[in-house]
T-cell receptor, first 109, second 114 residues
């Protein structure tokens, strides 16, 4: 059975203070690992898909990396507008995405 | 604007009542999904449809049913609502069930069963 564990559950950063969010996974035949951002009262918004170990993708202050057991979402010099819940999900064998419980990020000025 | 429309935005429902949550997409995506999101439990899959005319059960299907008569619409029905079905419901779609297609999510329906 696929398992996705995200840590920490919550993270508070000062503006400009870089950090990383972790997503550990157990899956039989990884088809893709996904990162989403979710703002309060809204649906998740797609950020990245990673397919194989060693792959990296970047978007503005965010960079996602993937190993065979985990993925990291690195946030460089965050701003208050980066505050949101970040969700990690895995897809295996063509099945629907299996989501972790998310990391709630708060960036203070 | 292309995307997913969910209705209603929110609803308070008496226990035992029947309700259908509506979901419509205009992207001609083949696959559609219903998730519920609960504090501390994250997003859990209720039902899915890989293509029009087919449906399947997810992780938490009990008490829910779906249909997929055409590509665009994927309604979720609660036959007889119970308080444990209080949740935020998200509909999502993807171009295809094959590898790597990201999902587009609707804005959600907040349902309270009293």
């Amino acid at each position: 059975e696929d398992q996705v564990t995200q840590s920490p559950e919550a993270l508070r950063l000062q503006e400009g203070e870089s950090s990383s969010l972790n997503c550990s996974y157990t899956v039989s035949g990884l088809r893709g690992l996904f990162w989403y951002r979710q703002d309060p009262g809204k649906g998740p918004e797609f950020l990245f898909t990673l397919y194989s170990a060693g792959e990296e993708k970047e978007k503005e202050r965010l960079k996602a990396t993937l190993t065979k057991k985990e993925s990291f979402l690195h946030i460089t010099a965050p701003k208050p507008e980066d505050s949101a819940t970040y969700l990690c999900a895995v897809q295996s064998r063509g099945h629907a995405l299996n989501f972790g419980k998310g990391t709630s990020l708060l960036v203070t000025p | 604007i292309a995307g997913i429309t969910q209705a209603p935005t929110s609803q308070i429902l008496a226990a035992g009542r029947r309700m259908t949550l509506r979901c419509t997409q205009d992207m001609r995506h083949n696959a559609m999904y219903w998730y519920r999101q609960d504090l501390g439990l994250g997003l859990r899959l209720i039902h899915y449809s890989n293509t029009a005319g087919t449906t399947g059960k997810g992780e938490v299907p009990d008490g829910y049913s779906v249909s997929r008569a055409n590509t665009d619409d994927f309604p979720l029905t609660l036959a007889s609502a119970v308080p444990s079905q209080t949740s935020v419901y998200f509909c999502a779609s993807s171009e295809d069930v094959s590898r790597g297609y990201g999902y587009t999510f609707g804005s959600g329906t907040r349902l309270t069963v009293v």
